[in-house]
Structure formats: structure tokens, C-alpha cells
């Protein structure tokens, strides 16, 4: 699946507590990651942000992996995750990585495409994200399943050629409900009762709930505003505005799990 234009590098890390079921506490002051040569390398990846050491992101990042990592680096709710430079086996220090996610309970596999989520071109949904994989061999089959996707004609003519993946491993944020909300000058948000479905977005749903959220019921509004100030302060202003996906657990905490121009 790799095109060969990135080297096998140590994975990179977005960090956070893993197995909590709260947001991470907001680091005041703190700046985005400085992009690493693609040569650095740790002996073990590590996601508690106490941890000094962590090797930042590569500087050749797929803009949702970078993006991510941005937002948390400036204190915001991302789920712990583990970056990968591409769909081959992960390495010694990336599966103990996953591992340590693992005991946390399951995670999501995602496709992060160098060529989505950019200024000219967002690509939503195009690459596959497997969720509810509790284990190693449910992992290396989302990883083969990425692959695998990547051969579809479509995507491919899409992207004038084969297109370039990274993928995100993440700690799955299972919970009652996920936003997707298109912030421009009004935002607009579609809410998607989950009822332990992963993918409501990909299967097609439905939102609940639709309309712009200063409409929406206080509770759900007072939850939704914040999180999107803080997004729009942390990122680079967008000319067309910013996609972003917001999933609730079962505690009522609020996780950015996607943010796109």
C-alpha cells in the first residue's frame, strides 16, 4: 500500500491518557509540535503527555494525523492515538503502542490520505476507518482492509493515481451521540444518535437532529459552542470554514475526533 516515497519510520504519537474516559486536562501555553527529520527515532512510544521524550510527528504527516495532533498539542479533547507511516506491519515499538491502547478498550483503524483534508480538496469519507478492533489481529485485518480499499478504481481516478496513506490507530470514543458540524459564519450541525452503531456517517444515516446550533436544546448547544471556539482559535483561519466531527461517551465528555478546512 505504500508508494515508497516515505521512509519506514518509528511511529508517531498523539498523546493522551489511555483508557480514560475524560478528556485530557488542557495544557495552557503550549505550542504545536516542530515536525522531526524523518531519521529521529524513540525506543518506546509513549502517550502520557507527562512523558518527556515523545517523537513529534513526520514532517510528511497526512493532514488529519497533523491537524489531530495540533488540536491536542493546544489542549483539546482528542482521543489517545498512534500514528503510522503506512499500511505495512507495525513494528516492535508501534504494536507495543497499540497494545497499550488495546487495555484501554477498542480502537478505531483509520486511512489518513496525504492528498484529503486539505484547503482544496476535503475528500471526506473516501478512506476506510474499521472500528470495534479489540485486538492485534483485528488491527492487521483493518490495516489489510485499508489496503485493500486503496485499489478501488474509483479513489483512484479520483486522486489522478494511486493515492498515499498513513493510518491512525486511536482509542474508539464509544458513547450516545456524534456531531458533525459545518462552521462558517452560522454553524451548521447534523447530531447522529449512535445506539451502538460505529458508523453512523458511513452508513448512511439520517441525523436526528439538523438545523443551525444556536437553535439546538441548551444542553446539547452548551456542549457543542465551546469545543468549536476552541477548534477555531487552535487551527489556521479556512477560507470556506472548517468540517468537524464531535463524539460524545457515556461520561457527557465531548471528543474532537476530526477537523477538516
Known sequence: ASSGRHPRRAPAVIR?????????????????????????RVARPLFLATVPGVRPLPTASAPKIATLARLQAAGLPVPAAIALPDTREPDTDAWAAIDELLRGGPVIVRAALLEEDTADASAAGLGRSVAGCGDREAVTAALAD????????????YFAGPPTVQVLVQRQVVGPWLAVVAQAELRYVELHFLRGRDE???AGDSPALAGPLPLFPPELRDRIAPLCEQVTAALPPAAHGLDLELVADHTGAVWVVQARP
Open 200 to 202: 453512523a456517517l458511513a
Open 16 to 40: 493522551g491518557e489511555i483508557g480514560s474516559h475524560s478528556p485530557a486536562p488542557a495544557r495552557s501555553g503550549r505550542t504545536p509540535h516542530s515536525p522531526a527529520p524523518a531519521t529521529s
Open 146 to 157: 485499508i489496503t485493500a480499499a486503496l485499489a478501488d478504481p474509483w479513489l483512484r481516478r
